[in-house]
């Protein structure tokens, strides 16, 4: 798990779930029981900072507490 996520790391991301498999070590019987399950998206092309100052439903205050349903 470790070297797959070090891999993606170092690739920015899988293109494919086939490139996935082979960076995960898959034999090809594991690769086609998971490949139905298995999904690829396109990196992020960029790191967004998290917004500044107090976040509406965040923060210590509510850690621990239940959310209020809306």
Same mark, same amino acid.
């Given at each position: 798990?470790?070297?797959?996520?070090?891999?993606? *790391?170092?690739?920015?991301?899988?293109?494919?779930?086939?490139?996935?498999?082979?960076?995960? *070590?898959?034999?090809?019987?594991?690769?086609?029981?998971?490949?139905?399950?298995?999904?690829?998206?396109?990196?992020?092309?960029?790191?967004?900072?998290?917004?500044?100052?107090?976040?509406?439903? *965040?923060?210590?205050?509510?850690? *621990?507490?239940?959310?209020?349903?809306?």
């Amino acid at each position: 798990m470790r070297r797959t996520v070090a891999e993606r *790391g170092r690739r920015a991301g899988f293109v494919s779930v086939e490139e996935f498999a082979s960076a995960a *070590g898959l034999a090809p019987h594991e690769f086609a029981r998971l490949r139905d399950r298995l999904t690829c998206t396109r990196p992020a092309t960029h790191w967004q900072r998290p917004p500044e100052g107090r976040v509406p439903g *965040g923060g210590v205050e509510n850690r *621990g507490r239940a959310r209020p349903e809306t």
